[in-house]
């Protein structure tokens, strides 16, 4: 009898999935304060007028991203919920194939062959299934992260081109700088956030 | 590995007892586990925890084959007594367990989908196996608030779930009691702590009193044979319970 799905094993998913869902959370809780922070600039570049239009440009801009990272982040964590189920449906699967295993070991004569069919049925369907299935999400996650990964290189470009525009702001130009340059910072902790994500997800997905 | 013995039997009707698994770890509570076989079907008692799962399939599996067990009982809910549900279903999806309607949404937890379940009403009720009538006795609160124990009328046999238990040291773990007095001390504690009902259990106990029964088969140690059977209920009915004693 195989048992592809060691407990070691599942258990190990099942904590890979929670650092990943730890920096989600994070993500999430900074997309917010994004959020807020850019509709914060929008109100100083409306009051700074004309010199400040561009800044009022990204500032929106800035917004719809803090939006689409939510939403981003929002599919991550159904991804993972989906995860999590799989890896309970192996745990239970594994303690199985371990109690067969032994009612095997066991078990003599026709108990013995009776385990022993049903374990290779089990081998056969069940497993091959977890497996195929445990696959499909790790490809949809690493997917979904390199595509939020991309979204977050655009935060970042909008951060670095209101720090420009900030120069132009006039009399708001320190006010305005302040301001890009608390974007910059909070969008690098998504950067370290989503880097730490990639290496979670591409260093167990190889294991 | 547990063994199984033959309590009962008159042609195509048996009573096993699976008991003493020697290679259980010492922090799992032992269990007994029964299997009723009535012409060719069956039905298992308190089929055990999943760690024990092993041990009751290897024994069952000696004196029967296990592809004609289509029925459970399950006392209660404890994980002692059916948490290997998932094992047997796996084994045979087919399987039919019946316990409280009580349970019925609970025991799911541990396995089964909704026709798995057949629900003991708090009356009770028959369960045929084979051409034998087995019927559920209500045992309820001794000790979970759902609980039933299965009387065979034809084999005089009692399965009394846990009611009669006694947690055995090693040297005294035999099969059946052979002396009431020292017995009786290794199950006092357990039926003070476990069994919280003063009336329910002087119900129980009126109620098996007018039952014919020849054996009292506990969950746990000693099975109860002949005089030893009313001298357990007249005890029992006299101890005090629901007490937590230091």
């Given amino acids: ?37 850019a509709m914060n600039a929008i109100f100083l570049a409306k009051r700074a007028g ?16 803090a939006s689409d990272l ?27 194939s371990r109690l067969l295993e032994r009612a095997r070991t066991e078990a003599q004569g026709e108990g013995k062959d009776l385990i022993q069919s049903l374990a290779n049925r089990r081998d056969e369907s069940t497993l091959a299934q977890s497996d195929e299935q445990m696959a499909l999400l790790n490809r949809r996650l690493s997917h979904m992260i390199a595509d939020t990964a991309q979204l977050v290189e655009l935060g970042s470009v909008l951060a670095r081109s209101a720090k420009i525009e900030a120069a132009y702001g006039g009399a708001f130009s320190v006010s305005l700088m302040q301001v890009s340059s608390d974007f910059e910072t909070t969008i690098g902790d998504i950067q370290r956030s989503f880097e730490n994500l990639t290496k979670n997800q591409s260093e167990d997905f190889a294991a | 590995m ?41 039905i298992l008692l308190d089929p055990g925890g999943s760690e024990v799962f092993p041990a009751v399939f290897s024994a069952v599996s000696t004196g029967f084959d296990p592809r004609r067990i289509k ?33 019925q949404s609970f025991v799911p937890h541990f396995a089964g989908q909704e026709d798995t379940f057949v629900p003991i009403p708090d009356g009770g009720m028959d369960i045929m196996v084979g ?52 017995h009786i001390r290794h199950a006092e504690a357990f039926h003070r702590r476990w069994m919280g009902s003063d009336k329910a259990k002087r119900d129980w106990c009126a109620r098996v009193s007018a039952l014919n029964i020849d054996m009292l088969c506990p969950q746990h140690g000693a099975i109860y044979r002949g005089a030893d059977v009313q001298r357990f209920i007249d005890w029992f009915s006299r101890l005090e319970v629901g007490v937590l004693k230091a």
């Fill in chain 1, 1 to 37: 009898m195989t048992n592809s799905h060691s407990s070691a094993e599942a258990g190990r998913e099942l904590r890979r999935i929670v650092r990943i869902n730890e920096e989600i959370k994070i993500v999430v809780a900074t997309a917010f304060k994004i959020n807020l922070m």
């Fill in chain 1, 50 to 65: 004309q010199s400040a239009l561009g800044f009022g440009v990204l500032s929106n801009e800035l917004r719809r991203f």
């Fill in chain 1, 70 to 96: 939510q939403q981003q982040m929002a599919g991550l964590r159904e991804a993972t919920y989906g995860s999590v189920a799989t890896v309970t449906a192996m745990l239970k699967q594994s303690r199985i």
């Fill in chain 2, 2 to 42: 547990k063994t199984a013995h033959v309590i009962y039997e008159d042609g195509e009707h048996k009573w096993l007892a699976m008991v003493r698994d020697d290679t259980r770890p010492g922090f799992l509570v032992d269990t007994n586990e029964y299997l009723v076989v009535s012409d060719g079907d069956a």
């Fill in chain 2, 71 to 103: 029925k459970i009982f399950a006392s209660h809910q404890d994980p002692d007594v059916i948490s290997s549900l998932s094992m047997w279903l796996e084994f045979n999806p087919g399987i039919k367990c019946y316990l409280s309607w009580l349970w």
């Fill in chain 2, 131 to 182: 051409a034998r009538r087995l019927q559920a006795i209500p045992a309820h609160y001794l000790h979970s608030s759902g609980n039933f124990h299965l009387y065979d009328p034809k084999a005089k046999i009692l399965f009394s779930g846990d009611v009669g238990a006694a947690l055995l040291p090693a040297g005294e773990d035999g099969l059946y009691v052979e002396d009431f007095d020292r």
